[in-house]
């Protein structure tokens, strides 16, 4: 319950952040709403000597139209997302979603950009990033990069960031046509978290056949993953669930999964396949609807 | 490191202290200001006893530091009744027996005062959403309920303006 | 004016609540004593080692702590005391030392503590003591831990079995199966429970030199206990030199029963440093090294008649009691466990064997129900399997077999005593009638047309609770190492407040409520007028505690004789004052009155400024309304019900969603039905959660994988229905209230409930039985394995 000893250092700029990071090395760790962080410091799972906390920089909150999509600031707390009205008349998939995390009290420190850069195998929002082709907007020393969500999930909480950078912002580009998006969740019943989590989005035409879709999956593998072969086997199909069962069976395709004393690698093989069903569903619901 | 001074305003009223960066915050309220009624049940933030009004927002207090409390006004259980008058969801876990050994109490209060601010008239589905957060291993939950049913009627007759 | 009765039968408002409403309880951790200090525990990370050596140096060093303490400091200690030496296991007890000096046996297992002036430095320190270990093999399971071959825990219990106890007829038994026309075997587990009280324990030291006394704050179910434990075979200290105290305490559920070495280990270091010192457990340790409950496996056998008669019950269980003996342990698996296998059924020969097994896991002891929900799961699990067999309707399978009302006493043929009073049908009758069982049931049938699997499970229970009287629980009887009596002081000070203290010790049960309502009543007071006192082995009588559903049929009982004898000092006083015989002054409305003349009366108030001035008493009258009584129940109390419970599982997923659950008690006469309520439906959560989803889970080699709440899935609000609650009432004659218990018996008769809907909702699919916790994927797998083999057959 106590943690170990640490310095503590508040930034108010990104840059002043990145200087930090640099000056003080590999010892430092980001905190951003601190609940994936502080617990496992409280366990002493985690000791960094040094905390550098981003909660205090005014430039990495809020949420701002950009370029016809939408920019999230990197420290806009869950329920900032949740209950947002910009975001929710064109992608209610952030309500949805937002309101599926932990509990209002997570969701009231915890951040969507610490959420993302932590990339928890189980988190919700790396599975809505994909689905949604967020870009990265990453502040090191040498300025700005982008990174699309499918490179930004390395690996089991290991992200594209560097050790001296920042996730700053989270952009979703416009989408065209008549879209729909859904995520479904099997939730732990203890922690919360994703023991499968799918992320879908869907355009139609007027004909009620699928233009585009994109399917993420999260909490089933190691990181957040694009289910192509369901995408692919929807393409051009009718939304209806006939060809979203017969797509959703190649939900998993090449992926390795997890597997625990609550759900088995093969169980959450088959909870991909039934969430990845139910979550294409609700979206070609909500793109006809 | 060296202990960093903060200001934080408790239950309206002002502190100055110094801490080290790993206090955390609900050591700070139990230990150094003596406010014991914000309890601590877990170590991996799943129980909410801990949970306080930071902000305008429920918070575990077991999981910010606080050094990340400076200069925010904070809530717990000790300050929700006003001039001797218990607040209505004091009342209503009174009324409706929505407590046994009173340990999670605390933070059901608070959490459940987070949801009336953001939506005086929940359902019961919401509220039992609501309270995703917090453990309570006494009551199995049905009389915390509707201690928080009865306390949102008392809330809407009261202030039927800032309800709507 | 109050008059008698107004306040027992009554829903009225706990006194607790305002403390605690209002963040001004103090429980142990809110507890600061001038100058104290406080230690943290080192436990071991293996499951079995023996400990080389240990290196403190450099903790001893870090500033600001106070010392360091390893077994070897503690030597002086004895090791913990087992004080329920059940079914013959005195040749093969081991407990706990408060400090592990050679060898290690659970992960948890207490091996140095370190003392510093606050808690962050003692945590930090406690990293830098060294600790040596070669690690040896361990074993988990009940089981695998008696076969040969496997690791052993103790020299002095070859294969690990503390004990074989049987209990019942096993010739006629033997017969009975030889002779049936239908026998149904099952193994069932009853899986590791982690009681998970939402305060963890602690303990705070207090050593005065000047007086040589200690003081010890302790998150209690009973403090006179521990004192008695501590002072008479831990620490060896005088009994009147040790003072226990529990403060206000955030749940038990069992585990805050037992003498645990931190109270040890806080009286020790407060001496050896001359300041108060304080531990309080966090989670991890919690998970790690307070007691855990349940922990069976067992493989049961019923033989019956194909038109659904049971002949016979054949029960062999391994009961899993941990690394050591915890306080009761033996206990629970045998009398509460062994002796209530029957349940509410007339079985004519029925035979049980438990073996009581060492392993390298935390030690198993009462968990609230303790023993009798296993007992009821077992039976209630058999009984659905039987009444499958024979193709008949669950609900009249157990019609059939009720022991009927008159019949009372009943001698369920295994050792327990005679079940005071029952009406089993009435409550099953009234349960199917509040659920709409037979529309269910046409429900279900359409349902399962589309290819839904509906399901309704029932659950006829009867448990024992009020454990007495200590002439049978106690060392000549069931091995209890004292009494079960109970203890109460009433006195009504000159302005007439009474107060009430009780040896009795709640954690969230409502007694100061419960308690002052029964006096008001008896002493026709107002309710506020009476304070209830506990917890504080100075100024309480000497008492059991609070835990077996026992307070209000034992610790009530007490305080009505208390209440009786004030009642019959103050009519003395009463003639004397009133000038009236003895015999004419009458209790009537709450006041004595003489007979007749109903305007000459005295209240208890104005007898007891009467009593305590002493100017004029009647001859050889002593001053004060002040007496004490000490309370040995003829018998236990059986209270029972059914409980019915309806579900839907999802196929695609095998996710279970309670739909319905309704429940009919019977606790015997009810003094606050809202409490008992509340009593319901936290037992009944329990009870539920082993059923869905609760299980202590350790590696093969003995590492606790549910360490957390991260992992270990306590029931929230969102997982559960609202409980619809009815009550029979069958008083009991075992005492003058008429009152059961009623805080285990929703535990007790969830559990199997629930897995009986599911079982039921999966019948189709030729699902007989799967264990505990039904876990979607555990019955995804089932359905899978089911419909894969029924696509076979076609």
Redesign the interface.
């Known amino acids: ?2 943690p ?2 640490f310095d503590y250092y508040a930034p108010t700029s990104v840059q002043e952040a990145i200087g930090l990071l640099q000056e003080k090395g590999p010892e430092a760790k980001l905190l951003a709403g601190g609940h994936s962080l502080v ?1 496992l410091m409280k ?2 799972l985690a000791a960094p000597s040094v905390l550098i906390d981003l909660n205090r920089i005014a430039e990495l909150r809020g949420i701002r139209s950009s370029d016809g999509g939408v920019a999230i600031g990197a420290m806009t707390t869950h329920s900032e997302v949740e209950s947002s009205p910009e975001l929710a008349d064109r992608w209610p998939i952030f309500h949805v979603a937002g309101a599926m995390i932990g509990d209002p009290m997570v969701r009231h420190r915890g951040t969507i950009g610490g959420s993302l850069a932590h990339a928890d195998p189980a988190g919700d929002w790396p599975a809505v990033a994909l689905a949604l082709d967020a870009r990265m907007h990453i502040a090191g020393p040498n300025g700005e990069r982008v990174v699309p969500a499918g490179e930004f999930f390395v690996d089991m909480l290991t992200s594209a960031l560097e050790p001296d950078e920042v996730l700053t912002e989270i952009e979703i580009p416009a989408l065209e046509g008549r879209v729909g998006m859904a995520y479904e969740k ?1 939730r ?4 919360g978290y994703a023991v499968v989590g799918v992320a879908a989005v869907v355009v139609t035409d007027g004909s009620g056949s699928c233009q585009d879709c994109r399917v993420a999956i999260t909490g089933a593998g190691p990181k957040a993953t694009r289910a192509t072969g369901v995408e692919e086997a929807l393409k051009g199909r009718p939304l209806d669930e006939q060809s979203i069962s017969a797509a959703a069976e190649r939900a998993g395709e090449g992926m390795a999964f997890l597997g625990d ?4 690698e093969e ?1 959450r093989e ?2 991909t396949k ?1 969430y990845t069903k139910r979550a294409l569903l609700a979206a070609a619901r909500s793109a006809q609807g | 490191m060296a202990k960093q001074e903060i200001r934080v305003t408790v239950n309206g009223r002002e502190h100055r202290s110094e801490v ?1 960066p ?2 955390l915050l609900v050591h700070y309220l ?1 230990d150094v200001l ?11 933030s ?2 909410g ?1 801990c949970t306080i009004i930071m902000d305008g927002q429920s918070v575990k207090s077991c999981t910010v530091f606080a050094v990340q409390a400076d200069g925010s006004q904070i809530t ?3 300050g ?2 006003k001039d001797g008058q ?1 607040h209505p969801l ?1 009342e209503g ?3 409706e ?1 929505g ?8 933070g059901m ?1 608070m959490s459940a005062y987070d949801l009336l601010q953001r939506n005086p008239d929940p359902t ?2 919401e ?3 609501a ?2 957060g ?12 509707k201690a928080i049913q009865y306390a949102a009627s008392r809330v809407r007759e009261h202030e039927p303006v800032a309800a709507s | 004016m109050t008059t008698a009765t107004t306040f027992v039968g009554s829903s009225v ?2 006194v ?12 142990l ?2 507890i ?1 004593l001038p100058g104290m200090a406080h230690m943290a525990i080192l436990h071991s990370p293996h499951a079995h080692a023996r400990i080389r050596g240990i290196d403190t140096s450099k903790a001893q060093q870090h500033p600001g702590v106070l010392a360091v303490f390893t077994g070897k400091d503690t030597a002086g200690i004895n090791p913990l005391p087992c004080a329920w030496q059940a079914g013959g296991v005195e040749n093969h007890v081991n407990t706990p030392h408060v400090l592990a000096s050679d060898e290690v046996r659970y992960v948890g297992d207490a091996v140095a503590v370190v003392v510093a002036e606050d ?2 430095t003692a ?2 320190a406690l ?1 830098l003591i060294e600790v040596d270990y070669e690690p040896l093999p361990a074993v988990v399971d009940p089981e695998k831990a008696t076969q040969e071959g496997a690791p052993q825990l103790h020299e002095n219990a070859p294969n690990n079995v503390c004990m074989r106890w049987t209990a019942g007829n096993q010739e006629a038994t033997d017969r009975a199966f030889e002779q049936a026309e239908v026998v149904v075997k099952q193994r069932l587990v009853n899986q590791r429970l982690i009681p ?5 324990r602690g303990a705070i030291g207090s050593y005065n030199p000047g007086t040589g006394e200690f003081t010890i704050w302790m998150t209690s179910q009973a403090p006179h206990v521990m004192k008695l434990l501590l002072a008479a075979f831990v620490l060896n200290v005088p009994e009147n030199k040790i003072r226990c105290i529990s403060p ?4 038990g ?1 069992g585990s805050k029963i037992f003498c645990y070495a931190d109270m040890a280990l806080v009286a020790f270091a407060s001496r050896q440093l001359g300041r108060p010192v304080k531990y309080v457990e ?3 340790e919690n998970y790690q090294w307070t007691t855990h409950g349940r922990d069976h496996v067992t493989y049961a056998e019923i033989a019956g008649t194909r038109d659904g008669r049971i002949t016979g019950l054949r029960v062999r269980t391994y009961a899993n009691l941990g690394a050591y003996l915890s306080t009761i342990a033996p206990g629970i698996p045998t009398t509460l466990y062994g002796r209530m296998v029957p349940g509410v059924y007339k079985i004519p020969a029925t035979f049980v064997e438990v073996l009581g097994v060492y392993t390298d896991t935390a030690m198993v002891d009462a968990y609230r129900g303790a023993g009798r929900p296993e007992a009821a799961y077992l039976i209630e699990r058999m009984v659905d399997l039987f009444a499958r067999e024979v193709g008949m309707d669950p609900a009249e399978v157990r019609r059939r077999n009720f022991v009927p009302p008159n019949e009372f006493p009943h001698d369920n043929g295994v050792g327990m005593l005679p079940y005071d009073s029952g009406e089993y049908e009435k409550a099953l009758n009234r349960a199917l009638e509040l659920s709409g069982y037979p529309e269910f049931r046409r429900e279900q049938e359409e349902a399962r047309r589309q290819g839904r699997l509906l399901g309704v499970g029932l659950s006829s229970y009867v448990e024992v609770c009020g454990v007495a009287p200590s002439a049978w629980i106690g060392l000549n009887g069931q091995g209890w190492g004292a009494g079960l009596w109970e203890s109460a002081n009433v006195r009504v000070h000159l302005t007439g407040k009474a107060v009430v203290t009780t040896g009795t010790s709640p ?4 007694h100061a409520t419960t308690f002052a309502q029964l006096v008001a009543d008896e002493l026709g007071v107002p309710m506020e007028d009476v304070i209830v006192e506990h917890g504080d082995t100075q100024g309480t009588p000497f008492g059991f505690g609070t835990y077996g559903s026992r307070s209000l049929a034992v610790g009530g009982s007490a305080i009505l004789r208390s209440t009786a004898k004030i009642r019959e000092k103050a009519r003395k006083l009463a003639a004397h004052m009133l000038e009236a015989s003895e015999e004419d002054v009458v209790w009537e409305n709450g006041r004595f009155t003489v007979r007749g003349s109903p305007e000459s009366a005295r209240t208890i108030p104005e007898i007891a400024l009467a009593a305590a001035t002493g100017y004029s008493l009647p001859e050889g009258m002593e001053p004060y309304l002040d007496e004490t009584s000490y309370y040995d129940p003829p018998n236990c109390t059986f209270p029972f019900g059914t409980h019915v419970c309806m579900v839907e599982v999802d196929r ?2 095998g996710e279970t969603r309670l739909v319905r659950y309704v429940a009919v008690d019977d606790v015997g006469n009810v003094i606050n039905p ?2 008992v ?3 319901l ?6 009870g539920v959660a082993q059923a869905m ?1 609760e299980q202590g ?1 350790y590696t093969e080699d003995g590492q606790l ?2 360490g ?13 229905p ?2 619809e609650l009815d009550r029979t009432v069958t008083p009991t004659n075992v005492n003058a209230m008429g009152a059961k218990g009623a805080g285990e018996a929703g535990t007790i008769a969830a559990t199997p409930a629930v897995v009986n809907a599911v079982m039921d909702a999966l019948a189709p699919l030729g699902i007989r039985h799967l264990d505990m916790p039904l ?3 555990k019955v ?2 089932a359905i899978q394995e089911r419909s894969a083999s029924q696509k076979e057959e076609r």
């Open positions: 319950m106590i170990a000893e617990p366990l002493r099997f732990h019943p203890a922690s004393i609550y759900a088995s169980y088959h909870l039934v | 080290e790993r206090l139990r003596g406010l014991t009624g914000t309890h601590i049940g877990c170590d991996t799943q129980c006893a717990t259980i000790e929700l009744a218990l004091q876990f009174w009324e027996h407590l046994q050994c009173g340990f999670c109490t605390p209060i019961e589905a509220i039992r959403e309270l995703e917090n453990l309570c291993r006494c009551t199995g939950y049905q009389n915390i309920v | 408002k706990r607790e609540d305002p403390e605690f409403i209002t963040g001004s309880g103090t429980y951790d809110d600061k808690p962050y945590r930090d990293e998970t009280a939402m305060e963890t206000d305490v955030g749940g559920f966090d989670r991890t954690h969230g049960q409502g695609d997923t809202m409490i309520d509340g009593q439906h936290g037992g009944i959560v329990q989803w889970v994988v549910t957390s709440l991260m992992d270990y899935a306590l029931p929230k609000a969102s997982m559960l609202n409980f876990a979607p994927e995804w797998h």
